[in-house]
């Protein structure tokens, strides 16, 4: 069986890391392992303090991927030494919950707040939006959920990707 891969998209300075951290937060609390792959630039440097893929770790992920066109990176805990397991990287997690990616083809999830300096959305017309963050009156034909309703969003992905 493969991880389930959600996509947490939007703008810049749109929220998505604080999102993340708090469904981690969120969904680790429910007994869940959750995996997080951020997309990043080259020249990266992998887990400094302050740096998303540190504050998705803080969060409670217990594993952290970070891809570029030429490079991965993983930190994840585990004391086995299994390179035949590794090679698998996030194969144990329950989902994998990706910063990012948004031209990929996945399940997304959108996160747009009226105090950013866009105007519109990114994924309105995608047909792998599956649910909407906002504060804004923008309404999809998706569940939509508040800036601070982790509860609700956790419960939507719990009932949607994570219940047999």
């Not at 997080?36 to 440097?45: P, Q």
């Not at 930190?75 to 031209?103: H, P, Q």
């Not at 707040?113 to 105007?119: A, G, L, N, Y």
């Amino acid at each position: 069986m493969t991880t389930k891969i959600i996509a947490i998209v939007g703008k810049s300075n749109s929220g998505k890391t604080t999102l993340l951290e708090k469904l981690i937060a969120h969904l680790t609390q429910r007994g869940y392992k959750i995996g997080t792959v951020k997309h990043a630039h080259d020249g990266f440097e992998m887990d400094k303090e302050g740096k998303d893929s540190w504050r998705h770790r803080q969060a409670g992920a217990k594993a952290t991927l970070v891809i570029t066109k030429t490079k991965v990176a993983m930190v994840k805990d585990d004391n086995t030494e299994d390179i035949e397991k590794m090679s698998a990287y996030l194969w144990d997690m329950d989902i994998i919950l990706a910063e990012g990616f948004k031209r990929q083809d996945l399940p997304k999830i959108e996160i747009f707040r009226t105090q950013s300096s866009h105007k519109n959305p990114l994924c309105m017309a995608d047909e792998n939006l599956i649910a909407f963050v906002t504060d804004s009156n923008h309404m999809p034909d998706v569940p939509v959920f508040g800036l601070e309703d982790i509860k609700g969003l956790s419960d939507f992905i719990e009932q949607n990707f994570l219940k047999s």
